[in-house]
């Protein structure tokens, strides 16, 4: 988490405003979890990640600019202790090999439902 605070900082990394809307009313609801910013692609994301150093990001594979695997490269060269969760709504293998060697710790199908997203904030808050 971020040394000046005991929140665990997040930031949301997609194209599908209606699928950031969603995490952004998700964490709402949690204790000791906020949402620090959003990016709508990959190259925006490694941008944002220097300004807000968010403690996750949730970084969806399939994006406009660079992908999450690169943005996740990218992320973890200029922020390092970030923890990245790989989404998507298509989590094939390949997509999955690609961001787990990348750098994610974890990885979430969009499909699997916002019960699953929250319990795998919680773990790490």
Do not use: C, W
């Amino acid at each position: 988490m971020s040394e000046n605070s005991t929140t665990l900082q997040i930031m949301i990394v997609d194209d599908d405003p209606v699928f950031r809307r969603g995490v952004r009313q998700l964490v709402d609801h949690l204790d000791n979890v906020s949402l620090s910013t959003e990016a709508k692609n990959g190259q925006e994301a490694r941008e944002k990640a220097i300004e807000y150093a968010p403690d996750v990001v949730l970084l969806d594979y399939q994006m406009p600019k660079l992908d999450g695997a690169t943005a996740a490269r990218r992320i973890l060269a200029v922020r390092p202790k970030t923890k990245l969760i790989g989404i998507s709504a298509h989590l094939d293998k390949r997509s999955a090999a690609a961001m787990i060697d990348a750098g994610v710790i974890a990885l979430f199908a969009k499909s699997d439902g916002p019960s699953k997203l929250l319990d795998l904030l919680k773990t790490l808050s």
